[in-house]
């Protein structure tokens, strides 16, 4: 089945409009969820709204509400809060240019691609595409979409364009807070070089193929053993521990030195090549 586009519209550079469909780059399927279920008859848990002291609930009795202080809540109707949605616009207009490495990455959320609507949309697309590659530079702008307004940044991706939307200032917290109690002092120079060889030993081109998530791996050959067995039974088998690297070195140093003289393991030469089912 064809991806549906999580929005349509326009991207708006000055005068220019350049029709668009934005694509979810990521996918959630490959995720295990569970539900809880009553094990003596095996049916799933519903739940109901209940408040304490009084009981079950109806829906028609529940409203919104923002807690201001412990146990203290502003209500909100719906209608008020439907009020101050911005209205979804059919246009993205790029406000701003910024070098790519001036945004942290901690300010980077969920990745989306970017196509031309159409054919008669493709000159102008390429052109924008080609500009920001030339320039090598991120557009900035806000997308409104299901009622709220989200930051965005859009750069060049093969043949597309990636957008990302970006957390707001206030959504992130500062680092330097966790960091206050870690000393300034400098490390030892032969540590450093030792660290660096070690680095450069295990530097290797990123390929995402290379790195599988293993607990859901191992999530889904249970799920596949208790599904053929048909039994309730546990089934409990030991993973281990991943590859030891030798016993427990305490000594930084020498731990270092084990690991630059080939005692660790070594980036792979290639990506794996996955079966197909």
Not at 26 to 53: C, D, L, M, W
Not at 57 to 73: F, L, Q, T
Not at 212 to 218: C, S
Request: hydrophobic fraction near 40%; glycine fraction near 6%; proline fraction near 4%.
């Amino acid at each position: 089945m064809a991806a549906r586009a999580y929005w349509q519209g326009q991207i708006r550079l000055a005068l220019v409009s350049i029709p668009v469909e934005i694509y979810s780059a990521s996918k959630t399927g490959a995720k295990i969820s569970f539900n809880q279920i009553h094990e003596p008859s095996g049916k799933r848990i519903k739940y109901e709204k209940v408040v304490p002291g009084i009981g079950p609930v109806d829906r028609d009795e529940i409203i919104k509400g923002y807690e201001v202080s412990r146990g203290e809540y502003v209500l909100l109707e719906e209608e008020e809060i439907e009020a101050v949605k911005i209205e979804s616009r059919k246009t993205l207009e790029l406000v701003q240019f910024v070098d790519s490495c001036e945004i942290d990455p901690l300010y980077f959320e969920k990745p989306y691609y970017v196509a031309p609507k159409d054919e008669l949309a493709e000159e102008a697309f390429v052109v924008l595409r080609e500009a920001l590659r030339k320039a090598g530079k991120v557009a900035l702008g806000q997308l409104s979409v299901r009622g709220s307004e989200k930051l965005v940044a859009i750069k060049p991706c093969g043949k597309g364009l990636l957008l990302e939307t970006l957390r707001y200032s206030d959504e992130v917290r500062n680092g330097q807070a966790f960091f206050a109690d870690i000393d300034d002092s400098k490390p030892k120079k032969e540590l450093l070089d030792l660290a660096t060889t070690l680095i450069e030993q295990k530097s290797a081109p990123f390929e995402a193929s290379e790195f599988e998530d293993r607990y859901v791996d191992a999530l889904r050959k249970l799920i596949d053993k208790k599904a053929k067995s048909k039994s309730n039974k546990a089934i409990i088998e030991d993973a281990g521990d991943p590859e030891a690297s030798g016993g427990n070195v305490i000594e930084l140093m020498a731990a270092l030195k084990k690991s630059v003289d080939g005692k660790a393991s070594k980036p792979k030469a290639a990506a794996k090549r996955k079966k197909s089912a």
